[in-house]
C-alpha cells in the first residue's frame, strides 16, 4: 500500500525531515503524500516535494489523497537509534520514512531560497553593517522555543537556552568586534549600548535569508543552527541539555560545539514519556563557566578575526518601518537598538 506521512513539531524538527522525504519521493513513490501540520512555509526550499506537500484541513484531503493510503507519522523521539545518541534528527527521519535498518550518512539539507527571501537577509545585513559600523555581523539565537518571560525573567525549564546573565557577557564580548543580530522571540531588558539589533516581524523564510548573508551563526539548540548547517554557514553551539549526537552536527567542519551539559546530562525521554526530575535536573545545564564563555567568543574571534572600531557611537534610533511587499520600499523591518547590560 502506497503511504502519507505526516510531518509535525518544531521548525528544526520539520526541516529535517525534508532529505528522508525527498529520498523517497525520487527513489519509491514519486506520488507519495506529505501532509504537513506545521511550518508549510519551509517546503518551499524544496522544489522536489512541490508536489507531495498539503497542508493540513486542506478541502478534501481524506477524501482524495488519503483513503486509499497506509498513514504514517514518523517520530524520531521514538527510535532507538536516537535516544541511544547514534543518531540525529536527520539520521532519525530518514530510518524511519526510508525503512533502513542500519544508521544511513547524514543527507544534507538541499536548501532552495527564494531570491526574495535573499535580497531581504543582504539588504538588512547591509543596514546593519551601516548602522552597527561593524565590517562583520553575527547572528546569535540565545533562547530556544522553551524559554518564556516571567515578569523581570526569562527562564527556559529545559535547559536548552543560554542564561540572560550569560547573554550580556558573550553581547560585551562580541560587541567589541562585531554587529550582532539578535534572532530572539523573547525581548531582553535593556540598560546599556551595544552594537546589536533585533529585527521585528521576520518570517521563518527570511531568517534563512539573514543567517545566508551574515558572516556568523552563534546560538543554542534551536532553528538557527539547523539553517546555518543547511546553508553551510560556520557556526558555534552551544549545548546544555540535549546530546550534540542527537540535536546536532558534531562531523560538520564548519561548527564548533561547545558541550556545556556533557558531564551531567541526562537523557530527557520526551515524545516517549515524561519525568520531571531529568528535566529539573538539567534546567541549569546552559549556566556557563566562564572557561566556556572564552571558548565561545574564541571561536568566533578564530573564524572572522578581530575588527575592532575606533570611537563607536551607537545610533539612537534605526529604521523600525515593517517593510513589506506592499509598501513599496525593499528594504527589511528594523527594530529599535537594543539595549542591553
Not at 84 to 90: D, F, M, T
Not at 240 to 248: L, M, Q, R
Request: charged share 20%; with cysteine; hydrophobic share 40%.
Amino acid at each position: 500500500m502506497k503511504k502519507a506521512f505526516f510531518i509535525n513539531g518544531g521548525i528544526g524538527r520539520v526541516l529535517c525531515a525534508i532529505p528522508a522525504l525527498e529520498h523517497y519521493v525520487a527513489n519509491v513513490d514519486p506520488e507519495a503524500v506529505i501532509v504537513v501540520e506545521a511550518w508549510m512555509e519551509l517546503f518551499l526550499t524544496s522544489p522536489a516535494l512541490k508536489n507531495n506537500v498539503y497542508q493540513i484541513g486542506q478541502k478534501d484531503l481524506f477524501r482524495d489523497k488519503l483513503l486509499d493510503r497506509e498513514l504514517i507519522s514518523p517520530e524520531p523521539y521514538r527510535l532507538n537509534a536516537y535516544f541511544n545518541q547514534k543518531a540525529n534528527l536527520i539520521q532519525a527521519f530518514d530510518m524511519l520514512i526510508n525503512d533502513l535498518k542500519e544508521v544511513p550518512e547524514t543527507k544534507p539539507i538541499k536548501t532552495s531560497l527564494g531570491k526574495a527571501d535573499q535580497v531581504f537577509g543582504h539588504n538588512l545585513l547591509a543596514q546593519a553593517r551601516q548602522n552597527l559600523q561593524r565590517e562583520k555581523v553575527i547572528v546569535f539565537q540565545p533562547f530556544g522555543s522553551g524559554a518564556k518571560q516571567e515578569g523581570n525573567f526569562i527562564i527556559d525549564e529545559s535547559g536548552r537556552s543560554f542564561e540572560l546573565k550569560d547573554i550580556y557577557k558573550i553581547l560585551e564580548e562580541l560587541g567589541k568586534y562585531y554587529g550582532v543580530i539578535l534572532m530572539t522571540h523573547v525581548n531582553l531588558p535593556q540598560n546599556k549600548s551595544l552594537p546589536v539589533i533585533a529585527p521585528e516581524n521576520v518570517s521563518t523564510l527570511q531568517w534563512l535569508g539573514i543567517i545566508n548573508a551574515s558572516d556568523y551563526f552563534l546560538g543554542c539548540d534551536s532553528v538557527g543552527q539547523h539553517f546555518a548547517h543547511a546553508l553551510n554557514k560556520p557556526a558555534t553551539v552551544v549545548i546544555g541539555s540535549t546530546f550534540p549526537e542527537n540535536i546536532s552536527y558534531p562531523n560538520n567542519k564548519q561548527f564548533t560545539i561547545i558541550d556545556n551539559g556533557k558531564e551531567n546530562r541526562q537523557y530527557s525521554p520526551i515524545r516517549i514519556t515524561t519525568d520531571p526530575f531529568i528535566d529539573r535536573a538539567n534546567e541549569d545545564l546552559m549556566i556557563l563557566s566562564e572557561v566556556n564563555i572564552a571558548k565561545i567568543i574564541k571561536s568566533v574571534t578564530d573564524k572572522l578575526g578581530k575588527t575592532k572600531q575606533k570611537e563607536f557611537k551607537m545610533p539612537d534610533m534605526v529604521d523600525t518601518h515593517v517593510h513589506s511587499a506592499s509598501c513599496g520600499h525593499n528594504q527589511p523591518p528594523f527594530a529599535k537598538k537594543q539595549n542591553l547590560i
